[in-house]
């Protein structure tokens, strides 16, 4: 897993409408990162509405979601529950992987490689400020404003 006090891992992936995303872009500004298996499953969708919900309370702080899914299917996502902020489609995985978010998981018995829901705030200068390996959807908005409260 990335961690506390580290550089992020610098990234440029699709969005859901097409258009190229960096974390370098974002640097003079904080950016939650966070990582999810699959759009439109009930997990993420509690998560990323989570996030939606909070937006107005953050301030400058971007949202950034990312997950192995075609840019189409995160469009169909974003525009089923009205999200606001870029999904990015990683589907090799390899933003995932520098991020430590792809690994072994089970699932009633069976071993398989997959994400690891994870969320990350960098800071300005695109260090992690705060890591939250295996994190719950419903915790994703509440560690979130208990970090930038801090």
């Known amino acids: 897993m990335a961690t506390i006090g580290e550089m992020a891992p610098d990234f440029s992936l699709p969005d859901q409408h097409g258009n190229t995303v960096t974390l370098a872009g974002r640097r003079g500004h904080r950016t939650l ?24 309370q953050i301030g400058d702080v971007a949202i950034i979601g990312i997950s192995p899914d075609s840019p189409t299917r995160q469009l169909n996502w974003d ?51 705060q890591a939250w390996p295996k994190i719950s959807p419903k915790d994703t908005p509440i560690k979130l404003l208990a970090a930038l409260e801090a």
Not at 87 to 108: N, R, T
Not at 111 to 123: F, Q, T, W
């Open 79 to 129: 525009t089923k529950h009205t999200l606001g902020f870029p999904l990015l489609s990683d589907p090799d995985h390899a933003v995932a992987e520098a991020f430590g978010s792809w690994g072994q998981k089970k699932l009633y018995g069976k071993v398989y490689d997959g994400i690891i829901r994870s969320a990350y705030l960098i800071d300005a200068d695109g260090r992690i400020e």
């Open 33 to 56: 990162v966070f990582f999810y298996p699959k759009a439109n499953t009930s997990g993420c969708t509690t998560q990323a509405c989570g996030l939606r919900d909070v937006a107005e």
